[in-house]
């Protein structure tokens, strides 16, 4: 009887503490870092039209010149946070769809980033290498291909259309693989319950365990 007077009195005063900071209309201290981290939504996950993804969040952008430039999408970006590329295929590598081409440490983990199409390395980004990972496109492209199945390749990617629809799918599957894997959903996303947004790094704040699912999970090919 005791224990539960304690306990019910323990309760009372946190609950009074919160009510009372959100009546000041501030964010009560334990809860700071995790409202003042920024979130996305699905509709924060624009994929340039002109690029082709992988199941494994790579893109590929076919050249004029007819090399592909390969890099990883703004979907890890965002779901990952601080992802640190550390090491990328060298110059010369043969290397078929679904190789490993480019490792990213995040947290305790190195996650692996698998090559979209066949074909040989002409050239590696050095600027990607030990930079983060922002927003995944433009000037933060991995490697540049010479491709030698490109024809047969692409119809295993996502464009147009169905990337838009895959993208939204993707970003339903992370929050359930959140929900799973993070024992406070606050960490998680911020309004997540009402499926509105997750928030940015969500997955680097796991466990390496976790981690380790995330990559078998997102990406393989």
């Known amino acids: ?46 994929v340039p039209s002109e690029v082709f993804l992988s199941k494994g969040h790579t893109w590929a952008k076919v050249m004029r010149d007819g090399f592909v430039k390969v890099g990883i999408d703004g979907f890890i970006a965002k779901a990952l946070g601080h992802l640190f590329v550390t090491h990328m295929v060298p110059i010369g590598t043969h290397v078929k769809q679904g190789d490993v081409i480019m490792l990213a440490w995040v947290g305790r983990n190195n996650l692996q980033f698998r090559s979209p199409v066949d074909g040989v390395v002409e050239s590696v980004n050095p600027e ?10 433009s000037k933060q492209w991995g490697v540049m291909i010479r491709p030698t199945n490109l024809m047969d ?9 169905e990337m838009t629809e895959w993208m939204r799918l993707e970003f339903n599957r992370l929050k359930e693989f959140l929900g799973s894997h993070t024992p406070q959903v606050a960490m998680a996303g911020v309004t997540m319950q009402d499926g509105g ?5 969500a997955v680097s704040m796991i466990n390496e365990e976790g981690v380790k699912d995330f990559q078998n999970e997102f990406l393989t090919m």
């Open 1 to 46: 009887m005791v224990a539960l007077f304690v306990v019910l009195t323990f309760t009372f005063f946190i609950i009074l503490d919160i009510l009372i900071t959100k009546a000041q209309k501030q964010t009560h201290p334990a809860l700071s870092s995790v409202y003042n981290t920024p979130v996305f939504d699905r509709h924060s996950l624009v």
């Open 128 to 137: 990607l290498t030990g930079t983060g990972l922002k927003n995944g496109y």
């Open 153 to 161: 390749n692409i119809r295993g990617l996502k464009y147009g259309q």
């Open 197 to 201: 947004t997750v928030m940015e790094g």
